[in-house]
């Protein structure tokens, strides 16, 4: 297929791999780092896609020997027959070095090895590419960004250095704001890298092609045609073992600010004028500003109880009932809210997020709901619904009606189906931070979040937040570990988003 102008401008962006590249990665004793970041590492080395020139620095505060080091960093690795002797290989890529967050020694001991690296491969001084993966707690961010920019900065000229960022980015705006001032006096906005991983799934990214790139599709996406939009994230798994961070954040600070409201983003955002990252996030901060802030009408909030009894299982516990939970906790384990977009495609219609920990499923979807066919001809058809399912199984399908074959006159309800795994079954899906790294490394900031996105993305939920937090009588409602959610949320789809089941 002919690559358009608008893909020309944005590869014009990406710069090709660095050939010489050093990643830091602070924190590299803890879970992120174990979990994800070194299998996904060794997932691109396995598929050629890292730098030729590449060393990987594990930097933390807990001493560890290189044989330990390099065996916990195998441990999550995914491996095939294929990919097992790369393991070696791979692992003889990566050190680490021990020293603390707030003193200069250790920074000073990663400068020499970086500039090793850097001397010994040869390259040109401007080819140089410093990576700094910051896998650390929010209370360290902004010392590790401070110590980072005074020693490992490249002088002028001798290469570049990019900050990747994970969240939480703060608790609300001021706490966000506050967070990115300090950043912001020590990196350029194009240095860093803040990290939504959602940014880096496979459907996430096809959303701005299928709207923009079909035509019928975005005739109809608009409030003429559509009467709502959902986007739903459910997991079975409850917060065990998290307690402590989540009940300090709760659900809308988990997963609706940053990756529903990117989805939402997306979702609803004018035409681009092009691909470029700078195109796209501009478009996303306009509807992120037309975006009103949520108010307590317009929500369900609900944490987890104990599992109903089953003869089948053991009782499933109890959000509070994790030790590091407090028994009074008010922490939303689950959230349900409506948004309107004030602008001249989406006035008026309804935008529902939800959310939810410990449910009946794990699944992340968009439905769009259109408006009921004109009746005199046919009535009351069932509406229209365009489904995006993020995950599990992706899949893209269209509810039609349609006449049932033969000689019946009966409509029936039929599904457009694309599913990945049925279309596309060779073609392996990346994980989503396998996407991103890649895009760090290539130098391509479209799929991470900009200051000013974030910022707005937290004043639609910051006043709302600010009220639950301070008000004590605001209690969220239990629904029980393993159910569909709270009780009230079917009564809130249908009053409050115009959602008709079809
Ligand atoms: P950890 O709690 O495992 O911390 C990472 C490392 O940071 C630890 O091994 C420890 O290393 C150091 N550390 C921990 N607490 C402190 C402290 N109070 N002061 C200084 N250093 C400390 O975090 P994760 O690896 O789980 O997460 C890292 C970052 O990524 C966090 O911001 C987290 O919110 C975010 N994140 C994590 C995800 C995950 O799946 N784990 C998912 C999405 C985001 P040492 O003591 O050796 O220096
Ligand atoms: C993380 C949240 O950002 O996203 C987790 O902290 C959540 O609570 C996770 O489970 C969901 O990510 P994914 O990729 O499993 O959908």
């Given at each position: 297929?002919?690559?358009?102008?608008?893909?020309?401008?944005?590869?014009?962006?990406?710069?090709p791999?660095?050939?010489?590249?050093?990643?830091?990665?602070?924190?590299?004793?803890?879970?992120?780092?174990?979990?994800?970041?070194?299998?996904?590492?060794?997932?691109?080395?396995?598929?050629?896609?890292?730098?030729?020139?590449?060393?990987?620095?594990?930097?933390?505060?807990?001493q560890i020997?290189?044989?330990?080091?390099?065996?916990?960093?195998?441990?999550?690795?995914?491996?095939?027959?294929?990919?097992?002797?790369?393991?070696?290989?791979?692992?003889?890529?990566?050190?680490?070095?021990?020293?603390?967050?707030?003193?200069?020694?250790?920074?000073?001991?990663?400068?020499?090895?970086i500039?090793?690296?850097?001397?010994?491969?040869?390259?040109?001084?401007?080819?140089?590419?410093?990576?700094?993966?910051?896998?650390?707690?929010?209370?360290?961010?902004?010392?590790?960004?401070?110590?980072?920019?005074?020693?490992?900065?490249?002088?002028?000229?001798?290469?570049?250095?990019r900050?990747?960022?994970?969240?939480?980015?703060?608790?609300?705006?001021?706490?966000?704001?506050?967070?990115?001032?300090?950043?912001?006096?020590?990196?350029?906005?194009?240095?860093?890298?803040?990290?939504?991983?959602?940014?880096?799934?496979?459907?996430?990214?096809?959303?701005?092609l299928?709207?923009?790139?079909?035509?019928?599709?975005?005739?109809?996406?608009?409030?003429?045609?559509?009467?709502?939009?959902?986007?739903?994230?459910?997991?079975?798994?409850?917060?065990?073992?998290?307690?402590?961070?989540?009940?300090?954040?709760?659900?809308?600070?988990?997963?609706?600010?940053n990756?529903?409201?990117?989805?939402?983003c997306?979702?609803?955002?004018?035409?681009?004028?092009?691909?470029?990252?700078?195109?796209?996030?501009?478009?996303k901060?306009?509807?992120l500003?037309?975006?009103?802030?949520?108010?307590?009408?317009?929500?369900?909030?609900?944490?987890?109880?104990?599992?109903?009894?089953?003869?089948?299982?053991?009782?499933?516990?109890?959000?509070?009932?994790?030790?590091?939970?407090?028994?009074?906790?008010?922490?939303?384990?689950?959230?349900?809210?409506?948004?309107f977009?004030?602008n001249?495609?989406?006035?008026?219609?309804?935008?529902?997020?939800?959310?939810g920990?410990?449910?009946?499923?794990?699944?992340?979807?968009?439905?769009?709901?259109?408006?009921?066919?004109?009746?005199?001809?046919?009535?009351?058809?069932?509406?229209?619904?365009?489904?995006?399912?993020?995950?599990?199984?992706?899949?893209?399908?269209?509810?039609?009606?349609?006449?049932?074959?033969?000689?019946?006159?009966?409509?029936?309800?039929?599904?457009?189906d694309?599913?990945?795994?049925?279309?596309?079954?060779?073609?392996?899906?990346?994980?989503?931070?396998e996407?991103?790294?890649?895009?760090?490394?290539?130098?391509?900031?479209?799929?991470?979040?900009?200051?000013?996105?974030l910022?707005?993305?937290?004043?639609?939920?910051?006043?709302?937040?600010?009220?639950?937090?301070?008000?004590?009588?605001?209690?969220?409602?239990?629904?029980?570990?393993?159910?569909?959610?709270?009780?009230?949320?079917?009564?809130?789809?249908?009053?409050?988003?115009?959602?008709?089941?079809?």
């Amino acid at each position: 297929m002919k690559s358009s102008p608008t893909s020309d401008i944005s590869n014009r962006e990406t710069q090709p791999f660095q050939r010489n590249a050093t990643i830091v990665v602070f924190g590299a004793s803890g879970d992120l780092a174990k979990k994800k970041i070194f299998p996904t590492l060794f997932t691109l080395y396995c598929l050629g896609s890292l730098p030729q020139n590449i060393k990987i620095i594990g930097y933390a505060r807990t001493q560890i020997e290189p044989d330990e080091f390099q065996k916990r960093v195998s441990a999550h690795f995914k491996t095939t027959d294929k990919t097992r002797p790369k393991i070696l290989p791979f692992l003889q890529l990566i050190s680490y070095i021990s020293g603390q967050y707030d003193t200069d020694e250790g920074y000073i001991e990663l400068k020499r090895s970086i500039v090793k690296h850097e001397d010994t491969v040869g390259s040109s001084p401007s080819s140089r590419y410093r990576l700094l993966y910051l896998a650390v707690p929010p209370t360290v961010f902004v010392t590790v960004a401070v110590q980072s920019k005074k020693h490992l900065y490249p002088p002028l000229n001798e290469g570049q250095a990019r900050l990747v960022v994970e969240k939480p980015f703060g608790r609300n705006t001021s706490t966000s704001n506050e967070l990115q001032e300090y950043l912001k006096a020590q990196w350029a906005e194009s240095e860093i890298y803040r990290i939504d991983h959602y940014l880096g799934k496979e459907m996430v990214k096809n959303i701005l092609l299928l709207r923009f790139g079909n035509v019928f599709l975005n005739a109809a996406h608009n409030k003429e045609h559509i009467s709502n939009i959902q986007i739903v994230f459910k997991e079975q798994m409850s917060t065990e073992g998290r307690g402590g961070y989540f009940d300090d954040m709760g659900i809308i600070r988990d997963v609706m600010q940053n990756h529903l409201m990117q989805v939402l983003c997306l979702m609803t955002m004018e035409r681009p004028v092009s691909t470029s990252s700078e195109d796209v996030r501009d478009e996303k901060v306009k509807i992120l500003r037309a975006i009103k802030p949520i108010t307590l009408d317009d929500v369900v909030l609900g944490q987890y109880g104990r599992s109903e009894n089953s003869s089948k299982s053991p009782p499933k516990p109890a959000y509070t009932d994790d030790q590091t939970v407090p028994d009074t906790s008010r922490s939303l384990t689950y959230a349900a809210v409506r948004l309107f977009i004030g602008n001249e495609r989406w006035d008026g219609v309804p935008i529902i997020l939800r959310a939810g920990k410990a449910l009946d499923e794990s699944k992340v979807e968009i439905r769009v709901q259109y408006k009921a066919a004109p009746r005199g001809m046919y009535y009351d058809l069932p509406r229209n619904e365009l489904v995006i399912r993020i995950q599990p199984n992706e899949s893209i399908y269209l509810k039609i009606n349609n006449k049932l074959p033969g000689y019946s006159e009966d409509i029936t309800v039929t599904d457009l189906d694309l599913t990945y795994n049925q279309r596309y079954p060779n073609i392996p899906i990346p994980d989503a931070y396998e996407a991103l790294l890649r895009d760090c490394l290539s130098g391509n900031p479209a799929n991470f979040v900009r200051a000013d996105e974030l910022e707005l993305a937290w004043k639609v939920f910051s006043p709302l937040l600010d009220e639950i937090d301070q008000n004590e009588n605001i209690k969220p409602e239990i629904y029980p570990h393993g159910s569909e959610g709270p009780k009230s949320v079917n009564q809130f789809l249908r009053d409050k988003g115009d959602y008709k089941s079809t």
